[in-house]
């Protein structure tokens, strides 16, 4: 049986998350049963959502029990099967968690997904592939739902789900605006990505600033938006509505250590009529396959190109993961177990 | 020719609207021409969107002309037509605005509606048979959507829209909980307009001592939720809402005045996968039709016995509208001019 490095969450965080919250240890995998597979992770994926699980307060998910393996998304190969429907050397991604070797039940539905790595490299079934490409796909198709000529928005615009968000929309006809964090990822996204501009957060004090930019580079005003963010990015968005604009709430990363983080003009979701709407991808599991097509085409003809932050070995996980929540990343954060 | 007073916007408010805002005149009604009717109103209804119109800003409609007769709904009959669809005598109504008579082009899609008083009460057509029945149907089931057994709010649930909300709300098998200021108005609600339960805002002094009235007054939490208030109000029902809640946006009156009415806790839209959507049923007036065939119903079989404030006379209006705004009403306000 190898040894399995795990990190498990040790206590909770007060206020800010950081590294003394997790504990590395190091176990033996199990002996398989019947119907079991080992995988081996090639790649764990670090995603926002994973702060909120280490709260313990209501929310849409359950919190991260104290003293298990963090939860996450794993991309890796099949290294042991007692399951006939899976082969020693498959590709797989599941939800293996901040570990080395996860053990999974073969005959569970959706917990393990074999994929081809013959034209999506295997990490970005962890990004663009993946859950991210999928949450973009969700609140760009189905709750702001654009037309061809209309003018959609995203904040984090260079990470995982932002520079999804971009090509699919792209391929929708629409113009894209990214909002992002410093020049260089401002620059990517438009030179890289393909979004016809992106504005700087960094460079505004407040969100009257940051409208003003979104005022140029949205010359025609706002259509659509997808919120990764919250707070000031919010505000300075709906200051730039069209009548019927609809917002796509996916993220609040800013109000996760538990400052308050108020709406400023909500009167203005009544002034244009907007609708905004929360969601979390795994409810809606009915979309995956379709999402999933596309954004594998997107990748495959080159159309998305998604950069990913990669940190080397599990022991590099919970500093990875503290970056991500204060932007460091460029891209989708991965780390690489293999 | 008859003479016919007419109240015109004099100035604009600053800060809180006052009677010295508006001017009351006299003119003569002109001669008809080909195609013309002249009705004479018998009810002018007073509603809080008209505060809106009142200021310059950016708005979802045109702000109040200054000199002009301020706009508003009528029900009156005609006095004399030059259009071979209206006789005299036909009970009609229309947006006829702050005076005692109107010239209407008989011709104008939608500008003029015959109605039968038959077994609806003229004044009706302006409360629970007109526009706010319409803006409750339309929340209710266009945007909340509900199913029977579930939860809805409705704030200023006394009013012309909040008490059409009820009925229709309870027609479709709802827990329907109002949220009024003051023991007269909620026991009201409950004892006569069939509410479930009521909440005086009142005996509150901020959005977590409400959120604990409305706690026990919706013990199964709150999944749908029609918006006639904003602030505390709606931060308030926010705290209570369920996984998939519904809020429709129809009002902030609180916020009129131009002081900051933030939302305290957006993340809710997303810990509870909320939608939130604001609309103005002059958009929409494809519903219309099924909407008052509905709402005539209830009325007419005494399922919904709107209450009515009467002003007196065409220069009560500016108070009775003053009244309106800080919540004097109770229930749809008027003002009688025959």
Known sequence: MPQNQQIVLDNRP?????????????????????????????????????????????????????????????????????????AVGDTVVGMGGWQEYSVVDGNAVGMLRKVSTTHVPLSHYLGAVGMPGVTAWYGLVKI????????????????????????????????????????????????????????????????????????VACPNGIDGHFENVGGMVLDAVMLRTNAFARIAVCGMIAGYNGAPLPMANPALILVNRMKIEGFIVSEHMEVWPEALTELGTLVATGQLRPRESVALGLAAAPEAFIGLLKGKNFGKQLVKLV
């Open 14 to 86: 007060i206020g800010e998350a950081t590294v003394a919250n997790f504990k590395l240890v190091t176990t033996a995998t199990p002996e398989l049963a019947d119907g079991q597979v080992l995988v081996r992770h090639h790649y764990l994926s670090l995603d926002p959502y994973m702060r909120g699980r280490m709260n313990d307060g209501k929310s849409y998910a359950q919190p991260q029990p104290l003293g298990e393996v963090m939860i996450g998304g794993t991309a890796g190969e099949v290294v042991e099967s007692r399951h006939p429907k899976f």
């Open 144 to 215: 702001i739902a654009p037309k061809a000529g209309e003018t959609v928005v995203v904040s984090a615009a260079t990470g995982a789900v932002g520079s999804a968000f971009g090509a699919l929309a792209k391929a929708r006809g629409c113009r894209v605006v990214g909002i992002a964090g410093g020049p260089d990822k401002c620059a990517y996204a438009v030179n890289e990505l393909g979004f016809d501009a992106c504005v700087d957060y960094k460079e505004h004090a407040d969100a009257i600033g940051l409208s003003k930019a979104l005022k």
